[in-house]
C-alpha cells in the first residue's frame, strides 16, 4: 500500500470476465490516480458497466486483479486466500460509492433517510451523526430544503442528487458512476453534471461511465475508450480526439455524437 500521491487510488490489471460462453471483458487495464476523473466511453454492450461492477464488486471477475489502495477487491482475501465474511465485503464495498442509472432510493425513506442508512448500519454512525451528515451532504448538492421528502416528492433530478449524496456521505475512497443522467429528462441533465463537477473541483475521485461527451471532454482528466470488452484507447481528452485519426471504432463510435455534442 502506498500513499504516494502520484499512486493508483484504483489498479484494474488484465481483468477478463466471461457471462457463460461471452467474454464480457477481455484483459482490461486501467488506472484512477488519487483526485482523478476518469471516464469510460464505448458502444452499448462493450463491457462498461461490467467492469463498474466488478470495481465495486456488485459482480466477481474470473482472472486479473482489481485493486483499491493497494488492496485487493474479490470473494478471497490476497494474502490468506481464504473466503471474505460477509462483514468484510460490505466493508471492502464502502470504500467505493456507486451511483446507478436508475437513482435506486429506497422509496419508503426520506432523502436524508436514504442516506442516514448506510451512515447508520455500515459505519455505525448514531442518528444524530448520521442525520448531520445527512443535512451538509443535502445542503452540498443543493438539496437542503428537501431532507424530509420522500423519493416520490422529488424530481429525477433531485432523486439523483440524493443518489450522489448518499454514496458521498460514506466517504467512498473512489466514486463510481454509472450513466447516471441517462434516465433524466434533458432538462435536469445539468443540475446533476454540476453536482458531479463539483465533486470533482473538490478532489473527489471518480470513475464515470457516461454518454455525455461534451461533460466526458470538458471534466475528464483521462478518458477510455471500451470496444469489445476491451480498452481501445485511453489519454487525455485531446488525445482521445486526435486518436481518431488512427481507431476506426473509436471514430465510428464519436461519429454518431458529433452533430449533437462534440
Ligand atoms: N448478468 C448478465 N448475464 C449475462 N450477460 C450479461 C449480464 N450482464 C451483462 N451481460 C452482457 O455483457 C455485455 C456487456 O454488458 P454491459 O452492460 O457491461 O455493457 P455496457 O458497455 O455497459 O453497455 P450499455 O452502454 O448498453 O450500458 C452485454 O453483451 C450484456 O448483454
Not at 115 to 144: C, D, P, Y
Not at 168 to 181: F, G, N, R, S, Y
Not at 196 to 222: I, K, N, P, Q, W
Amino acid at each position: 500500500m502506498s500513499d504516494a500521491s502520484n499512486a493508483a487510488l484504483l489498479d484494474v490489471r488484465d481483468v477478463s470476465k466471461a457471462f457463460g460462453t461471452v467474454e464480457v471483458l477481455r484483459a482490461v487495464s486501467l488506472e484512477v490516480k488519487r483526485g482523478e476523473v476518469v471516464t469510460i466511453i464505448g458502444p452499448s454492450g462493450s463491457g462498461k458497466t461490467t467492469l463498474l461492477r466488478c470495481v465495486n464488486f456488485l459482480e466477481s471477475y474470473d482472472s486479473g486483479s482489481i485493486r483499491i489502495d493497494g488492496k485487493e477487491v474479490g470473494y478471497r482475501d490476497a494474502g490468506t486466500r481464504q473466503h471474505r465474511s460477509e462483514r468484510d465485503l460490505a466493508a471492502m464495498r464502502a470504500e467505493t460509492g456507486m451511483v446507478f442509472q436508475s437513482f435506486n432510493l429506497f422509496p419508503h425513506l426520506t432523502a436524508a433517510g436514504n442516506i442516514m442508512l448506510g451512515l447508520r448500519k455500515v459505519r455505525g454512525k448514531s442518528e444524530a451523526e448520521a442525520r448531520q451528515i445527512a443535512e451538509h451532504w443535502l445542503g452540498r448538492v443543493g438539496l437542503a430544503h428537501k431532507a424530509d421528502s420522500l423519493p416520490a416528492e422529488l424530481s429525477g433530478g433531485q432523486q439523483q442528487r440524493v443518489g450522489i449524496a448518499r454514496a458521498v456521505a460514506m466517504e467512498p475512497k473512489i466514486l463510481l458512476l454509472d450513466e447516471i443522467t441517462s434516465a433524466l429528462d434533458p432538462e435536469l441533465v445539468g443540475e446533476v453534471l454540476a453536482v458531479v463537477r463539483s465533486l470533482a473541483e473538490d478532489g473527489m475521485t471518480m470513475l464515470m461511465v457516461t454518454h455525455e461527451m461534451a461533460f466526458a471532454r470538458d471534466a475528464s482528466s483521462r478518458i477510455v475508450f471500451m470496444a469489445d470488452g476491451g480498452v481501445s484507447a485511453v489519454g487525455p481528452p485531446a488525445e482521445i480526439l486526435a486518436a481518431e485519426a488512427s481507431n476506426e471504432r473509436l471514430r465510428s463510435f464519436l461519429a454518431r455524437f458529433r452533430a449533437s455534442h462534440f
